[in-house]
């Protein structure tokens, strides 16, 4: 159906064509799939990293609460210190008190 003055197309020339585009459409599925693979790589090594960092939190949380658990003992022995000081203050102070009441009241 070409019109005056125009050639038609050669057969020949028809099939290079034809060849042509099946080889872009196979270049670019070469492209594809070498995407989808390295996209592949990207999201295992990034399952691999989530799983590192997980296993890092884990072990971060037991030593935060191993932490945690020596600075409770540590507070309490402290305070339990704290309160043997003060009860030993209050015995000096009240011990000496007592006895010079107790010598200054006239026993019947």
Do not use: Y
Not at 40 to 59: H, I, P, R, V
Not at 76 to 105: H, R
């Amino acid at each position: 159906m070409a019109g005056p003055g125009i050639p038609s197309p050669q057969p020949s020339n028809k099939a290079a064509a034809v060849q042509n585009q099946v080889n872009e459409v196979i270049g670019m599925m070469h492209n594809n799939i070498e995407k989808v693979m390295a996209r592949g790589e990207k999201l295992e090594s990034l399952q691999n990293k989530t799983d590192d960092l997980q296993q890092g939190a884990l072990q971060f949380k037991k030593g935060a609460n191993k932490v945690r658990g020596q600075m409770w003992w540590k507070d309490l022995k402290m305070k339990m210190i704290i309160a043997a000081i003060i009860v030993i203050i209050i015995i000096i102070i009240v011990v000496p008190l007592v006895t010079q009441v107790k010598a200054a009241v006239p026993s019947s």
